[in-house]
């Protein structure tokens, strides 16, 4: 293309991008919130602005072409694959969930999500839904040559294969019939803690490979890592770990190496992190690739080694708390799995946290994903993130972090020795236990629940979801992000029941609207997120507001010349505790609520000082 001179002429009188000189206008900004200052050395200046992802990951603020990664989609190092036009819903299967313990129920959820847009289906099984030996009521009328069925059966998984390879021989579709069995013994022990032997696994992967030619056996299920609060990296080397375990099972088992690789589907939970969830998913591939040439090194990377990714919208960031909000949370997950070149996506229903999800929400899910498909043309670009440098480095650093925790599990004797041994769940733990706190202190919000929540809700009423097998000692536990502030509502709206009033905290406010406006509102904020109700006034309204504890609302002046004396008033007129919103010390007040202070520990003590139960 040629540039008009015209073009040329305005870029030339502007001076030349470079580093050094963003990094002193980025100074420039520092120095007046006071994070820098004239004498910061320039390239220190990136640093400042640099944070940390959970596993230790750096996320810059600017990044250039020398962030690259080299590889085109179809090649080495496979982060994105080209797939031939048509497969699947015009570029990944739309792959819906189904958990009902009524076979009746399930199937016809299942018909109904096949008729409207969803091209295969996830059935759990056994005590997490219908049972195994009903498998053939819940497929009546679905095409298995045309719908993938994937089972997810945990410790049922022999009887559910059993039942579902009868089915197919039973219809006469051995060669047509696609999907995968679900064998999963190494993700049955993360979430159980009950050991279980591969080789059953590799029977089935066995079987699969003589007779069924387009099922797989083995779900490599990393999302047990993600519910357990770890991180990206972690959820990637742990399944990296299970990838190899398996591959040694299968060829132990007499497959041949590329058969091996082809009995193996991942799983792997994306969340509202879009540009990680991204990366994520473009890391998979690269450390699978490595895996396929460590395993063979002069062997061809044929497509059987090519890791095939299913992508799940995070059980832990899902919200009981104004679930709707849960919408949009998936979207972004969603549109993350098909940025990053996830072969199957399944977006859960806004109200998983409810229970059961209606007819609803399981529309909505579909449709999430058709509307990127089909309205948004997502699947009609190659590689969307190719080329972003963000993206690339991202990628890069994920996949190095991720193969370093790997070699670790594997230097501790494998995953299996790893979750005995409690490295795994030390290791997930601590990740859990920084990004609570960063949960805590709003650090990481959560709309509708840690920010602007909303005490007159009416939550959607749903039939409750069935339990699965319960964890023994060593099983990872289920966390979830919103799980501390909907305990401090639930503890508020039991409070509500017993005596027909919410607790209450009192802003006293100083001034003029227009100085206490904004702390009162973020203080009104705060508070709410525990399900405490706020009521505004001058300091003298306090005692005919029905609260016992107060907090002052205003402007650092107004502090400095009224706090103490408003303090001294509230507490003569019954508060049994004083807040500020702000810093500053003064006497008469209690403590402080601030951006960053610790939200769960403030609205824990509040309930007690108000003498709400636990």
């Known amino acids: 293309m040629t540039v008009p001179p015209e073009e040329l002429e305005l870029a030339a009188a502007f001076p030349p991008a470079e580093r050094d000189r963003w990094r002193e206008m980025v100074r420039g900004v520092l120095r007046k919130s006071g994070v820098a200052s004239d004498d910061t050395p320039l390239e220190e200046i990136e640093g400042l602005l640099t944070r940390d992802s959970y596993d230790g990951v750096p996320v810059a603020a600017l990044y250039t072409a020398g962030d690259a990664a080299p590889g085109r989609p179809g090649l080495a190092p496979r982060l994105r694959e080209v797939r031939p036009e048509g497969e699947g819903l015009a570029g990944w299967d739309v792959r819906q969930r189904h958990a009902h313990p009524d076979p009746a129920a399930t199937r016809e959820a299942v018909l109904a999500d096949l008729e409207n847009g969803a091209t295969s289906l996830w059935l759990e099984l056994g005590q997490a839904g219908p049972p195994a030996d009903a498998l053939a009521e819940v497929l009546r009328g679905v095409h298995l040559d045309l719908a993938p069925v994937v089972l997810d059966a945990g410790a049922d998984t022999a009887r559910a294969a059993e039942a579902f390879l009868a089915l197919v021989a039973e219809r006469g579709q051995a060669a047509e019939a696609a999907g995968n069995l679900g064998a999963d013994p190494l993700g049955l022990q993360a979430r159980t803690g009950t050991a279980a032997p591969l080789a059953e696994a590799a029977a089935l992967a066995v079987r699969c490979a003589r007779e069924f030619p387009r099922l797989r056996a083995i779900t490599v299920d990393a999302t047990p890592y993600h ?136 529309r909505i899910a579909r449709n999430t994903q058709t509307l990127l498909l089909e309205e948004s043309s997502l699947a009609r670009v190659v590689d969307p993130a190719g080329g972003s440098w963000y993206v690339e480095r991202l990628t890069e650093e994920l996949a190095q972090a991720a193969w370093t925790w790997f070699t670790e599990i594997e230097k501790a004797g494998g995953l299996a020795a790893a979750l005995e041994s409690g490295l795994v769940a030390g290791r997930l733990a601590a990740t859990w236990e920084r990004r609570r706190r960063d949960l805590a202190r709003r650090k990481a919000p959560l709309t509708g629940v840690s920010e602007f929540p909303n005490l007159a809700e009416r939550l959607p009423e749903r039939a409750p979801a069935p339990e699965g097998p319960a964890a023994a000692p060593g099983g990872l536990p289920v966390v979830r992000y919103a799980q501390d502030f909907e305990a401090l509502r639930d503890r508020s709206d039991a409070h509500a029941a017993a005596t027909g009033a919410r607790p209450k905290v009192f802003l006293a406010t100083l001034g003029p609207i227009a100085v206490h406006t904004a702390r009162a509102s973020f203080a009104a904020n705060l508070f709410q997120a525990g399900g405490i109700e706020t009521v505004a006034g001058e300091p003298g309204a306090f005692a005919a507001s029905g609260a016992a504890v107060a907090c002052l609302c205003s402007s650092d002046k107004l502090y400095a010349e009224q706090a103490e004396e408003a303090a001294r008033a509230l507490k003569e007129a019954g508060a049994v505790k004083v807040w500020l919103a702000g810093k500053g010390s003064y006497e008469g007040v209690d403590s402080h609520v601030f951006a960053g202070c610790d939200a769960v520990d403030v609205l824990e003590t509040t309930l007690d000082d108000l003498g709400v139960n636990r």
């Open 227 to 362: 519910d357990a609060g770890g991180g990206d990296a972690e959820e990637l080397g742990a399944a990296m770990a299970a990838g190899v375990a398996y591959l040694r099972a299968l060829t132990d088992a007499g497959l041949g190496l590329d058969e091996a690789f082809g009995q193996l589907e991942f799983r792997l939970a994306v969340n509202a992190d879009q540009f990680m969830s991204i990366a994520k998913l473009r890391a998979a591939r690269r450390l699978w690739a490595r895996v396929a040439e460590v395993c063979d090194p002069a062997g061809a990377a044929g497509d059987a080694r090519i890791a095939r990714l299913h992508a799940v919208t995070s059980s832990a960031m899902m919200t009981r708390r104004d679930p709707w909000v849960n919408m949009l949370r998936t979207t972004v997950a969603a549109f993350a799995a098909g940025v990053g070149g996830a072969d199957a996506v399944t977006v859960q229903p806004f109200d998983a946290r409810l229970g059961l999800p209606d007819d609803f929400a399981r």
